[in-house]
Nanobody
Framework: QVQLVESGGGSVQTGGSLRLSCAASGYPYSGYCLGWFRQAPGKEREGVAAIYAGYSTTIYADSVKGRFTISQDNAKNTLYLQMDSLKPEDTAMYYC??????????????????WGQGTQVTISS
């Protein structure tokens, strides 16, 4: 049984940093994509970043390029999202997600099949 559990959300001021973690269980070493999505109140869920599990191939939404870094610790089966230079518009519920296959560049949420419960990130000005 696959499971994704996020942690690390919180509240910081503009310009601050947070690191989100996602513990992934029930997945093999590779052959799937892991990603981070976010959803602000009243808005559609949007893709933030993705990585092809077991490899270094990453992709980012334009809105977070240069500020966010996605990474994976294979030994710990944990996905991370390092978020720097945070802005109020980054405020949202952040979700860890997974989908099978190697086409990780599609950050459209309906194509992703497995989801965590989410962790709240709030950036104050």
């Amino acid at each position: 049984q696959v499971q994704l559990v996020e942690s690390g959300g919180g509240s910081v001021q503009t310009g601050g940093s947070l690191r989100l973690s996602c513990a992934a269980s029930g997945y093999p070493y590779s052959g799937y994509c892991l990603g981070w999505f976010r959803q602000a109140p009243g808005k559609e869920r949007e893709g933030v970043a993705a990585i092809y599990a077991g490899y270094s191939t990453t992709i980012y939404a334009d809105s977070v390029k240069g500020r966010f870094t996605i990474s994976q610790d294979n030994a710990k089966n944990t996905l991370y999202l390092q978020m720097d230079s945070l802005k109020p518009e980054d405020t949202a519920m952040y979700y860890c997600a997974a989908k099978w296959g190697d086409n990780c560049s599609h950050l459209y949420f309906r194509e992703w099949t497995d989801w965590g419960q989410g962790t709240q990130v709030t950036i104050s000005s």
